[in-house]
Every structure is written in C-alpha cells, then in structure tokens.
C-alpha cells in the first residue's frame, strides 16, 4: 500500500469520527425536541435559531465542569472505561463500506458483533471501578441484558448472511435492489429492533439506568467529562444500530439522500418509543430474550439455510 493510501485511510476515518460525533450532538437535539412535543411543551428553544446550538452549549457545560473523583474508586478503571466505551463505539463505524478510499471489511458484521461484545466490559469494569452498590447492580443489569441479547442478534444476522453469502454489508445493499429483507422477514425486524434498543440500554429495556430503582445504574459516580463520554457512546451505538437496521432492512443505497431520511427515521423511532413505553419488568425481559426471540431467530435461520439450499440446487 503507498503512502497516499495510507493517509486517505486515514483522512477518510477522523472524517467518519467528526461526522459521527457531530450527528450525536444533533440526535441529543433532536431527542429533547420529539419528547417535548410528545410531553406537549416546547424542547430546547433558547441558544442558537430553535435550538440549533444548545448540542454544543451542553458539551461545553459539561467538559468545563469540575471533575469528581470517589475516595474508595479504582483510580485507573475508572477513567479508562468511558473513554474505551467511546472508543469502541466509534471503532464500529469502521464497517460503513467506502468505494472511494477508506476501508471495505470484508468481515464486517463479525467484526461488529466482536465490538459489541468487548463494549460489555467496559459497562461492567464503570460499574465495578465506581465502587459503589447502585453502580455494580447497573453494571451486573447491563451485562446480562446484553449477553441475552446479543444472543437473538447474532441469530438474525446468520439468518441473512446465509441468505446473502456474505459478511460484508454491500452485498445487502446489492441484494435489496428489487425487494427490500423488511418484507421477507418482518418479525425478524421487530426482533432486530427490539434487540438493538436492549443493546442499546434504552426505554424500555433500560435496567441499567433504572433512575427509580438504581439512581441512574453504573454511570451514577460519574460526572463531567465521564459521564460525557458514556453518553455520547450511547448516542453513537443507537446512530450505528440505525443504520445497520436500514442497511439490513430498508435497503441499501448508502451514499443517497434517501439513506440518510431512513436513518433519521428508525432514529426517530428509538426517541418515539423512549416517549411512550413505560419500563419492562426484568425477569419479562429475560423471558422475552429466551423464550420469545430465540425460538422465532432459530426457526427463521432454519428456514433461511434451507431457502439457500434450494436456490443453490435450482441454479446450480
């Protein structure tokens, strides 16, 4: 590889990671904006025209404050895991295909599935570091959460890599030409979707940052530039998951302006569904995991692996 190659690499990732971190500011935005709307009262209106600058008005706010630091805390766990928190999730983005420069994995979706499980660790190592009881029962939340799934997760993805041949997202784009996979398999995208907001931590399925049982889960001793850092990981995972969920189902077309409405509108969804699902119970979101999306992913892997079989016989 030459020289040249090796700095548009680059070049093209730090723009990937600007465009990603300016688009949570402007999700954070739009967040407060829907939810006001849905609460009937106006959402963030004052700095900027409509708001348009508060994003940055809050990053300011919260990297300038002062810095805590607990007493009984692991001193280095407890800096390192929200910047590796972010890092990882903005390392996922890495899997966005590129035809002009940058990088094209051709394992892209094992790699994702890899970075989504080392991000574990760093909710667990927060919640273990802060040394605080309300922290380690958010961070032991979140992990089994995770974990579970992660498990319906990786299921839907087999489902369409056998049906696709393929890890990398291209060939999803390529295959949604004609039919988009949302009318193939709609329950596996309600599973998919479902999935990604427990992945995501998010309402309803945010046993991690229960504010009325755990007084806001592992990321409670954390404040600043951490608590910072946590957040705008968790903005990044929802973008990411968006738009694996319009590659995967809605189609492709990745450079188009169409892609982009699509992403801002499963985007949107995960803001309506926070306004209008009150919390689960956890042991039904255990039971939902294991006994509800696994038999149904299972039986629509099957089903996808003999689908491929006969197309192969047909053509072949």
């Not at 739009?30 to 990053?59: H, M, T, W």
Request: glycine share 8%; net charge neutral; charged share 10%.
């Amino acid at each position: 590889m030459q020289i040249n190659d090796i700095i548009l690499n680059v070049l093209s990732v730090i723009i990937l990671f600007i465009c990603v971190l300016v688009s949570v500011a402007f999700l954070t935005l739009l967040e407060r904006k829907v939810l006001g709307y849905i609460q009937i009262r106006k959402g963030p209106n004052k700095v900027g025209y409509c708001g348009i600058v508060q994003p940055f008005s809050d990053a300011i706010k919260l990297f300038t404050k002062e810095q805590t630091f607990p007493v009984t805390s692991n001193y280095f766990p407890y800096y390192a895991s929200p910047i590796f928190s972010l890092f990882i999730s903005l390392l996922i983005w890495l899997i966005l295909p590129f035809y002009h420069g940058g990088l094209d994995f051709e394992l892209g979706l094992l790699f994702f599935l890899c970075c989504t499980s080392v991000g574990v660790y760093t909710v667990m190592i927060a919640g273990w570091s802060s040394n605080s009881v309300y922290a380690l029962l958010g961070g032991l939340r979140a992990v089994a959460q995770t974990i579970s799934y992660e498990v319906s997760l990786a299921l839907v993805l087999m489902s369409f890599i056998f049906l696709g041949g393929g890890y990398n997202l291209l060939i999803f784009s390529e295959y949604q030409s004609y039919l988009w996979f949302i009318f193939l398999s709609f329950p596996l995208c309600i599973i998919w979707f479902a999935s990604c907001l427990a992945e995501t931590n998010r309402t309803p399925f945010d046993f991690a940052e229960g504010e009325s049982e755990l007084v806001s889960g592992f990321n409670i001793e954390y404040s600043s530039g951490g608590f910072a850092l946590i957040f705008m990981a968790e903005y990044a995972s929802i973008l990411f998951m968006s738009m694996l969920t319009v590659v995967l189902f809605l189609g492709g077309g990745l450079y188009s302006l169409y892609f982009i409405l699509k992403l801002v509108f499963i985007s949107f969804i995960f803001i309506w569904v926070r306004g209008t699902l009150p919390r689960y119970r956890y042991d039904k979101l255990m039971y939902l995991a294991w006994k509800s999306f696994l038999p149904v992913s299972l039986n629509y892997l099957i089903f996808f692996l003999g689908l491929k079989v006969i197309i192969s016989s047909v053509l072949f």
